[in-house]
Protein backbone atom coordinates (compact mmCIF):
# COMPACT_ATOMS: atom_id res chain seq x y z
CA UNK A 1 0.00 0.00 0.00
CA UNK A 2 3.04 2.09 1.11
CA UNK A 3 5.35 3.84 -1.30
CA UNK A 4 8.72 4.32 -0.33
CA UNK A 5 9.76 8.10 -0.65
CA UNK A 6 13.15 6.52 -2.38
CA UNK A 7 14.41 3.03 -4.30
CA UNK A 8 16.14 1.65 -0.79
CA UNK A 9 12.92 1.73 1.09
CA UNK A 10 13.06 5.17 2.61
CA UNK A 11 16.35 4.94 4.42
CA UNK A 12 18.56 7.22 2.12
CA UNK A 13 15.25 9.96 2.81
CA UNK A 14 15.48 9.54 6.67
CA UNK A 15 18.88 9.58 6.57
CA UNK A 16 18.81 12.60 4.76
CA UNK A 17 16.37 14.47 6.85
CA UNK A 18 17.54 13.15 10.62
CA UNK A 19 20.97 14.40 10.11
CA UNK A 20 22.50 10.98 9.07
CA UNK A 21 20.57 8.78 11.92
CA UNK A 22 19.85 5.08 10.10
CA UNK A 23 16.35 4.34 10.14
CA UNK A 24 14.81 1.93 12.71
CA UNK A 25 13.86 -1.71 11.79
CA UNK A 26 14.81 -0.96 7.97
CA UNK A 27 16.66 -4.07 7.64
CA UNK A 28 14.19 -6.33 9.88
CA UNK A 29 10.88 -6.03 10.92
CA UNK A 30 9.69 -5.58 14.32
CA UNK A 31 5.80 -7.34 13.77
CA UNK A 32 6.29 -10.98 14.17
CA UNK A 33 5.14 -13.55 11.59
CA UNK A 34 3.90 -16.07 14.48
CA UNK A 35 0.03 -16.73 15.24
CA UNK A 36 -1.35 -15.68 18.17
CA UNK A 37 -3.75 -18.34 19.83
CA UNK A 38 -7.09 -17.23 20.49
CA UNK A 39 -7.85 -19.97 23.23
CA UNK A 40 -8.52 -18.35 26.28
CA UNK A 41 -6.22 -19.71 29.33
CA UNK A 42 -7.66 -20.84 32.34
CA UNK A 43 -6.13 -18.27 34.68
CA UNK A 44 -7.07 -15.25 32.48
CA UNK A 45 -9.70 -13.00 34.01
CA UNK A 46 -8.30 -9.77 31.64
CA UNK A 47 -7.68 -7.84 34.67
CA UNK A 48 -10.94 -8.78 36.32
CA UNK A 49 -12.79 -7.74 33.57
CA UNK A 50 -14.41 -11.11 34.00
CA UNK A 51 -13.45 -12.38 30.47
CA UNK A 52 -12.67 -15.96 31.72
CA UNK A 53 -16.14 -16.43 32.78
CA UNK A 54 -17.75 -16.19 29.83
CA UNK A 55 -19.61 -19.36 28.72
CA UNK A 56 -16.98 -19.82 25.54
CA UNK A 57 -13.14 -20.03 25.41
CA UNK A 58 -12.43 -17.62 22.82
CA UNK A 59 -10.18 -14.04 24.02
CA UNK A 60 -12.21 -11.29 23.70
CA UNK A 61 -10.09 -9.80 21.06
CA UNK A 62 -10.80 -12.66 18.71
CA UNK A 63 -14.24 -12.38 19.19
CA UNK A 64 -14.00 -8.79 17.90
CA UNK A 65 -11.85 -9.84 14.98
CA UNK A 66 -14.35 -12.11 13.71
CA UNK A 67 -17.62 -10.10 14.68
CA UNK A 68 -15.88 -7.21 12.20
CA UNK A 69 -14.86 -9.24 9.59
CA UNK A 70 -16.88 -9.69 6.36
CA UNK A 71 -19.08 -13.09 6.34
CA UNK A 72 -21.19 -15.52 3.51
CA UNK A 73 -23.23 -17.24 6.60
CA UNK A 74 -25.75 -18.00 3.35
CA UNK A 75 -27.61 -21.28 4.12
CA UNK A 76 -26.64 -21.66 7.87
CA UNK A 77 -29.94 -19.97 9.54
CA UNK A 78 -31.41 -23.04 7.83
CA UNK A 79 -29.16 -25.37 9.64
CA UNK A 80 -29.86 -23.48 12.79
CA UNK A 81 -26.10 -22.92 13.67
CA UNK A 82 -26.53 -18.91 13.09
CA UNK A 83 -29.25 -17.49 14.43
CA UNK A 84 -28.68 -13.95 12.32
CA UNK A 85 -26.34 -14.68 9.48
CA UNK A 86 -24.55 -12.06 7.92
CA UNK A 87 -24.10 -12.48 4.14
CA UNK A 88 -22.90 -8.53 3.51
CA UNK A 89 -19.35 -10.20 1.80
CA UNK A 90 -21.24 -12.83 -0.37
CA UNK A 91 -21.06 -11.21 -3.21
CA UNK A 92 -17.34 -10.23 -2.60
CA UNK A 93 -16.15 -13.65 -2.25
CA UNK A 94 -18.05 -14.75 -5.32
CA UNK A 95 -16.05 -12.51 -7.22
CA UNK A 96 -12.95 -14.17 -6.31
CA UNK A 97 -11.76 -16.97 -8.19
CA UNK A 98 -9.26 -18.56 -6.70
CA UNK A 99 -7.98 -22.20 -7.98
CA UNK A 100 -5.21 -24.19 -5.54
CA UNK A 101 -2.79 -26.63 -7.49
CA UNK A 102 0.14 -28.15 -5.41
CA UNK A 103 -0.63 -25.86 -2.58
CA UNK A 104 -0.16 -22.76 -4.78
CA UNK A 105 -2.77 -19.94 -4.98
CA UNK A 106 -2.98 -18.97 -8.37
CA UNK A 107 -5.34 -16.48 -9.87
CA UNK A 108 -7.87 -17.85 -12.59
CA UNK A 109 -7.54 -16.92 -16.08
CA UNK A 110 -8.49 -13.54 -17.34
CA UNK A 111 -10.02 -12.69 -20.30
CA UNK A 112 -8.55 -10.19 -22.54
CA UNK A 113 -10.00 -6.65 -22.97
CA UNK A 114 -10.40 -5.83 -26.74
CA UNK A 115 -10.67 -2.35 -26.61
CA UNK A 116 -7.09 -2.09 -24.92
CA UNK A 117 -6.27 -4.35 -27.44
CA UNK A 118 -6.74 -2.42 -30.11
CA UNK A 119 -5.91 0.70 -28.74
CA UNK A 120 -2.31 -0.66 -27.72
CA UNK A 121 -1.66 -2.03 -31.20
CA UNK A 122 -2.28 1.52 -32.31
CA UNK A 123 0.06 3.20 -29.89
CA UNK A 124 2.70 0.60 -31.12
CA UNK A 125 1.98 1.07 -35.22
CA UNK A 126 1.76 5.12 -35.00
CA UNK A 127 4.70 5.23 -32.81
CA UNK A 128 6.92 2.86 -35.58
CA UNK A 129 5.39 5.41 -38.35
CA UNK A 130 6.50 8.46 -36.35
CA UNK A 131 9.76 7.11 -35.84
CA UNK A 132 10.22 6.41 -39.51
CA UNK A 133 9.19 9.66 -40.32
CA UNK A 134 11.22 11.40 -38.11
CA UNK A 135 14.31 9.17 -39.76
CA UNK A 136 13.00 10.49 -43.35
CA UNK A 137 13.18 13.78 -42.23
CA UNK A 138 16.43 13.69 -40.80
CA UNK A 139 18.27 12.32 -43.48
CA UNK A 140 16.35 14.62 -45.79
CA UNK A 141 17.80 17.86 -44.00
CA UNK A 142 21.31 16.10 -43.80
CA UNK A 143 21.02 15.68 -47.43
CA UNK A 144 20.51 20.07 -47.77
CA UNK A 145 22.48 21.07 -45.67
CA UNK A 146 24.64 23.80 -48.08
CA UNK A 147 28.28 24.81 -47.04
CA UNK A 148 27.89 28.72 -47.93
CA UNK A 149 31.69 29.44 -46.94
CA UNK A 150 32.73 27.85 -50.12
Given at each position: CSQ?????????TFAA????????YSDSTMIGTEC???ME???????????????DEVKEGCEQLY???????????SSGMVAY???YACNFMQGIKIVRKNGAVVR???????????????????????GG??????????RAKINLSE
Open positions: FADEYGGRELSYGKSLPMSCPKDADDNNDNDEEDAEAAGKCEAGLSPNNGAGTQNTTASVFIGLFACSFVLLYVYYLKTKLD
